[in-house]
């Protein structure tokens, strides 16, 4: 389920994972060079600023046209 961010910034722990996505296309989440934690993931997830797939280990994340809009938006 997507929630509607219209009004939702993205905090200092989010920035960061979003920066690291910006570089490329799908990166395994257990080989962030940033700590991401479940939380932060699955808002980012719920916000529709990331995509995921796969699970445990072995799942992948990419940031999502919405999530750039949202890391390029004035703070």
């Given amino acids: ?10 905090q200092a722990s989010q920035r960061q994972v979003m920066q690291y996505l910006r570089l490329c296309d799908w ?3 257990a080989k962030l060079p ?3 934690t479940a939380g932060t993931l699955r ?3 719920n916000y529709g600023w990331i995509e995921r797939r796969g699970g445990g280990q072995r799942s992948e994340i990419k940031l999502t046209p919405a999530g750039l809009a949202a890391l390029q938006a004035p703070i």
């Fill in 43 to 45: 808002q980012l997830t």
């Fill in 27 to 29: 990166n395994i989440v």
């Fill in 34 to 36: 940033v700590a991401a």
């Fill in 1 to 10: 389920m997507i929630i509607e961010n219209t009004d939702r910034r993205v």
